[in-house]
């Protein structure tokens, strides 16, 4: 069955023992209170999933299996030579629940390569799209032409037993997971490169090999890919993409609907697409400035112009971060170690003095601090990848990590098709006038 997948078997079955013998003593008690407002407004806060993979600490921000980014980037196993962890390490916590050693980091390096090749219609389907489509629709056309792979479609058809339906997804999941870099690649190549593809190097690890396909062999970007797929891989079960990845495969939607299905929620500008919002603003306010190294009163003065405008700063504020975003912290650690004296990377600094304090001063928002999409583009900018509509998609490589993992975990666990109530605006109202239940069905 393979070591990996020995490995999580032993856990996800010794976990679905544990939580059925926990239910059966506790399933009736309460996490917390449902309120009116949580359920007109986008149910923050309200506990409803199950996210095996990590949690998000409105202090502390995300730990994966309970270690946070500066442990994860000091204790996961690094390529020979390399200085930032192997996001194979982190796939490998996430499902296993434990830190994995550099051999077994180095295994699912061995896997994903040994599963990384895609079928030539998968190229032509996206080949097939003009030139000027969003990057990230060219990647989900991709990832859903490469559903004819699919190893769960093909077994639940042919009738395949309930608890063997973790393992048609762990199979799809590495798969999957094994070939988005090479997909990745192919639509950067062919949208801004003229379709000059770059054949993988199957010596090299997964980041790296999305680095050298990309055509960037500058070995600093292939540690930046590395620490790029480590810190964006999950962000716990209720955000967009996590969620609706979840939501989906409870229907028992294979990998591949299931994770094309989020990454199209990761594609909105309220989620993944922010992070090419953010160097697009910081673009606009160098062209409007016309210096590439603006002051901090210049920066400030344009802040309060953008909010007086009824706009926001891109890259500040989060829905459950109430401190500065540790991805951040790791990025910004990155660029004054590898590019202190890049301009981009300076103003990102500066602005990061700049905004806080004003957010802070208008008394309105939770949160004035940078999350992860503040800074990204500007490492990314420094390496010459200017083609900021790109950025998702590498977002979106990353987040698979995550999300296929939970994935893993709920099919595992044999948890159930998600089916939440809902309420009509008129039932909410003859409930207020003590005029019957809302709740049942």
């Known amino acids: 069955m393979g070591i990996l997948k020995d490995k999580f078997k032993a856990k996800a079955d010794a976990a679905a023992t544990e939580i059925k013998a926990m239910l059966k003593e506790h399933g009736g ?21 199950v996210s095996e993979t990590s949690l998000l600490d409105p202090q502390e921000g995300i730990r994966f299996r309970g270690y946070s980014i500066p442990e994860l980037r000091a204790q996961l196993p690094k390529v020979d030579g390399g200085t930032e962890p192997m ?20 295994h ?15 190229f032509k389907t996206i080949d097939a799209l003009p030139n000027a489509t969003h990057p990230m629709t060219m990647f989900v056309t991709g990832v859903m032409a490469l559903q004819t792979e699919s190893l769960f479609a093909k077994r639940y ?13 762990f199979d799809d999941s590495i798969t999957l997971i094994a070939r988005l870099p090479r997909i990745a690649a192919y639509i950067y190549r062919k949208k801004y490169h003229n379709g000059d593809d770059i054949n993988p190097d199957g010596m090299l690890d997964w980041a790296g090999n999305l680095a050298h396909m990309l055509g960037f062999e500058n070995p600093n970007f292939q540690k930046l890919m590395r ?11 209720g955000n967009v993409s996590a969620h609706t990845t979840h939501l989906v495969g409870s229907a028992l939607a294979d990998p591949y609907l299931s994770y094309a299905a989020g990454m199209n929620g990761l594609a909105g500008p309220l989620h993944g697409l922010a992070n090419q919002e953010v160097i697009k603003w910081i673009f606009e306010m160098q062209e409007k400035l016309g210096t590439d190294l603006p002051t901090h009163d210049q920066i400030e003065k344009y802040v309060r112009d953008t909010l007086d405008q009824g706009k926001v700063v891109p890259g500040y504020g989060h829905a459950v971060l109430r401190q500065t975003d ?12 590898y590019m202190r004296d890049d301009k981009l990377c300076r103003t990102v600094w500066k602005i990061y003095e700049v905004v806080p304090p004003i957010l802070e001063s208008l008394g309105k928002v939770k949160n004035p601090w940078p999350n992860v999409d503040a800074h990204s583009g500007a490492l990314l900018v420094h390496f010459g990848m200017k083609e900021y509509e790109f950025y998702t998609v590498l977002f979106a490589v990353s987040r698979a990590l ?29 409930w207020l006038n003590g005029e019957g239940e809302i709740w049942g069905e």
């Open 29 to 49: 008690k309460k996490i917390g209170e449902v309120t009116l407002a949580q359920i007109y407004q986008g149910m923050r806060g309200m506990t409803g999933l």
């Open 87 to 106: 996001p194979e390490g982190l796939f490998y916590l996430m499902l296993i629940g434990e830190l994995p050693t550099k051999e077994e980091a180095d």
């Open 108 to 122: 699912v390096t061995d896997v994903f390569q040994r599963r990384s090749h895609v079928p030539n219609h998968v």
């Open 157 to 169: 058809a042919e009738g395949m037993s309930k608890k063997d339906y973790w393992e048609a997804t």
């Open 227 to 237: 620490l790029y797929m480590t810190i964006h891989a999950d962000h716990e079960g």
């Open 326 to 337: 540790p991805r951040f912290i790791a990025q910004m650690d990155f660029g004054k170690t």
């Open 402 to 430: 995550g999300v296929l993992a939970n994935l893993c975990w709920s099919r595992a666990l044999g948890f159930p098709i998600e089916r939440p109530k809902s309420v009509t605006t008129e039932s909410v109202k003859n």
